[in-house]
């Protein structure tokens, strides 16, 4: 998620999250209506899935979550330029177990294993354990209908996070090499 400041004439400007949005290609339901025909069959357990956001998008677009073909390929290689982000795929067998989902559960424990990381320290060693995703799927194989409800778990604060100074881009305060380890 991209920070944006609140009010640039505040003098007390609070830090703000950038929604992401989804997109899902086409691929994406071509592999999922697989591994659900050949693999999961009834199994409903959750299971890991790989997306990537691609930050060369021109200003005033925004940041998209991208779930494509290679999703359920967790150790595959990310597009270039792209950066990739885990999440967790629950696919149900059925519409009404679909739309009964506990979705306020599911993102709670997102945003727990979140907070987790953060009080152990995990997200200092790995800071992608900050951004993952949830995406609750029925895939109805006969009509070829698909349903989904993606979810992105961010923290809120009662108080928000001060700004204390402008904010820089990546370029202004990592080095070139630094700034393409956050594309692999």
């Avoid at 060369?56 to 940041?63: C, H, I, K, S």
């Avoid at 149900?92 to 945003?111: G, H, M, V, Y």
Wanted: charged share 20%; hydrophobic share 35%; aromatic share 14%.
């Amino acid at each position: 998620m991209a920070s944006v400041p609140v009010d640039k004439d505040s003098a007390d400007q609070k830090l703000q999250f950038a929604p992401f949005s989804s997109a899902l290609e086409a691929g994406f339901w071509h592999q999922l209506t697989q591994k659900k025909l050949n693999d999961y069959r009834l199994d409903e357990s959750p299971k890991n899935i790989k997306g990537y956001y691609y930050n060369g998008d021109p200003v005033g677009l925004p940041t998209r979550l991208t779930l494509e073909f290679s999703a359920f390929e967790a150790d595959g290689p990310s597009p270039a330029r792209c950066c990739p982000v885990t999440g967790t795929l629950y696919n149900t067998n059925t519409l009404e177990a679909f739309k009964t989902s506990d979705k306020k559960a599911l993102l709670e424990q997102q945003a727990t294993e979140i907070w987790d990381s953060i009080q152990s320290g995990d997200a200092l060693k790995d800071p992608s354990l900050l951004c993952k995703f949830l995406l609750l799927t029925y895939a109805d194989l006969k009509k070829y209908h698909f349903y989904y409800w993606f979810c992105f778990p961010a923290l809120c604060f009662s108080e928000g996070i001060k700004i204390l100074k402008e904010p820089a881009t990546l370029e202004q305060v990592f080095s070139s090499k630094q700034v393409l380890t956050v594309y692999t």
